[in-house]
């Protein structure tokens, strides 16, 4: 069979566009078609110009496919949709097959909303290489786990979920060239990839388990609550394939729980550190910490193996709060990890997120008071999304906050971020702390303009600017600016790991005016109010 893998356009574009999270789930996926002795072909709609539409249609009549695969993450879901349509009206008429963590949250709507011809729940890896053959064998289905299809009489057939791959070492690596990384590392800005100190980053994604035994709320695990674990030795074995094959000099590590086991990451430390000294070079990695268990020493220990940043869930600083996410950790550890965390020198990354249902004025005081005492900007403030598949999006669907999931998740999922999902909260109160937030993201975050900006290639500038912590100055090559006039680049000085934004003089104004206006409204409000209280 000829089959050919779609990666879907993950930004609203129609240019090239090398800012996205690279795919690794249609890596593996990649990987395991090739493996089975498939005939597999690539198209990376982020790297062409043109409209989707036209891009399919080109692929489809330049080659006779039998199967079209592709599977998606946030706006890829738009990208999908149109994937599948073109698809359905090219005289080709290939077998459809997506999968992806949307369609394993709410198989039965979004099977139905794009119509494939099958869709495979969960981990993928073993379930396609059945699939694949049963097409091949022209047999019925019904006997592969872990999949959705139409059956003769246009019927709907999910078949039994599939057990996780407990195994992970028996899957093959990531193919990674087919999805066309290569290109990708090339294209990659300063400014652009997140956590990077590097002028010229070559990220590499990697993830060395899968699935999580917690059950936050807010959050859905696509891959299983049952954890997987890799062992060090095939990590290890991918990390030097990694480096030899592609140059990377940057690693993302996307587990859920990556040091659960502080044995485990003691060895891991000392293994990727002797990797390092093999090669020549500079490398660093990012990985995802709980505040459960952090520590100086662990902290030390990390950076000394080339570890740059971390991210935690930090979520709340209300005990109330994190109790109601079922999130297992306490503001005692939420303050010791923070403070540990910049005082080893370490790029933090985490978020504290509102709108959890037992919210109330006072609990969110409370986090935003931790905020501005205490965290420096370097912790991002946003607001809870209700993902399908998680508790919070049950809870919606329950409370009439989402009323058609369709819409919700098509046009409302990923272009509104302010949701009332509250049992107590009016929906002014939620404006009034949603205005509280921006104007907090204006008045504690560090805003400076560069010192110089030089022109190096189409849309790449070299750019000086003086750390608004540290004081140093700093140059900063490979930054992509696409209006001169009006941007802002969100980077971290590469002497002390603080995050600042680096704005152009209009918008460096922009926020003086919000400012200047914010202090006469409240002045306004002040005398207003003392007018009133006289007169009554």
Request: hydrophobic share 35%; proline share 4%; with cysteine.
């Amino acid at each position: 069979m000829e089959i050919l893998l779609i990666v879907p356009r993950y930004n609203l574009t129609r240019k090239k566009d090398y800012n996205y999270n690279f795919p690794l789930g249609l890596g593996y996926i990649s990987a395991v078609i090739k493996k089975a002795g498939y005939n597999l072909d690539c198209l990376n709609l982020n790297h062409l110009d043109g409209t989707v539409e036209d891009l399919v249609k080109k692929s489809l009549s330049q080659k006779k496919y039998d199967v079209v695969c592709s599977g998606f993450l946030g706006l890829g879901h738009h990208s999908i949709k149109e994937i599948i349509r073109i698809c359905r009206l090219h005289p080709s008429l290939p077998k459809i097959i997506i999968g992806g963590a949307l369609i394993t949250s709410e198989p039965k709507l979004i099977f139905e909303s794009l119509n494939p011809d099958f869709a495979i729940i969960g981990e993928g890896e073993i379930t396609i290489q059945e699939l694949l053959k049963s097409l091949e064998m022209k047999t019925i289905a019904n006997d592969i786990r872990g999949i959705i299809y139409w059956n003769d009489k246009k019927e709907m057939i999910i078949t039994p979920a599939r057990e996780v791959i407990n195994d992970l070492d028996s899957l093959p690596f990531p193919d990674f060239d087919l999805l066309e990384l290569p290109e990708y590392l090339s294209n990659q800005s300063s400014n652009e990839v997140p956590y990077t100190l590097f002028d010229y980053p070559r990220p590499y994604p990697i993830i060395c388990s899968r699935g999580c035994p917690f059950q936050c709320t807010f959050c859905y695990h696509c891959l299983g609550i049952k954890y997987r674990v890799r062992s060090l030795d095939n990590i290890i074995q991918e990390i030097r394939y990694a480096i030899e094959k592609y140059h990377i000099n940057l690693l993302f590590f996307y587990d859920d729980l990556f040091a659960v086991n502080t044995e485990r990451l003691d060895d891991f430390c000392k293994r990727i550190k002797d990797v390092f000294k093999e090669y020549p070079g500079e490398y660093k990695w990012f990985c995802q910490l709980t505040v459960q268990n952090v520590s100086e020493e662990m902290l030390i220990r990390l950076k000394d193996a080339g570890c740059s940043a971390v991210s935690y869930g930090l979520e709340s600083y209300s005990p109330i709060i994190l109790k109601s996410m079922k999130k297992p950790i306490t503001p005692q550890q939420i303050d010791n990890a923070v403070k540990l965390t910049k005082k080893c020198g370490l790029i933090i990354n985490g978020s504290f997120i509102f709108g959890d249902r037992a919210e109330t004025k006072e609990t969110a005081r409370e986090t935003l008071d931790y905020w501005k005492d205490h965290c420096n900007g370097q912790v991002q403030l946003n607001f809870i999304q209700p993902y399908p598949g998680t508790e919070m999006y049950k809870h919606c669907l329950k409370k009439g906050i989402i009323t058609n999931k369709t819409d919700f998740i098509e046009n409302q999922m990923y272009l509104i971020n302010w949701f009332n999902m509250t049992d107590s909260m009016t929906d002014e109160e939620i404006l009034t702390l949603k205005k509280k937030i921006l104007e907090l993201r204006i008045k504690h975050v560090k805003y400076i303009s560069p010192l110089n900006v030089k022109k190096n290639t189409k849309g790449k500038y070299s750019i000086g600017v003086r750390c608004p912590y540290c004081e140093n100055t700093l140059i900063y090559q490979n930054c992509r600016i696409d209006n001169l006039v009006y941007y802002t680049l969100r980077i971290h000085c590469k002497n002390c790991s603080m995050a600042f934004f680096m704005v152009s003089p209009l918008y460096k104004s922009m926020i003086k005016y919000y400012h200047e206006l914010e202090f006469f409204r409240t002045k306004y409000i002040t005398i207003r109010d003392a007018v009133q209280r006289l007169i009554s």
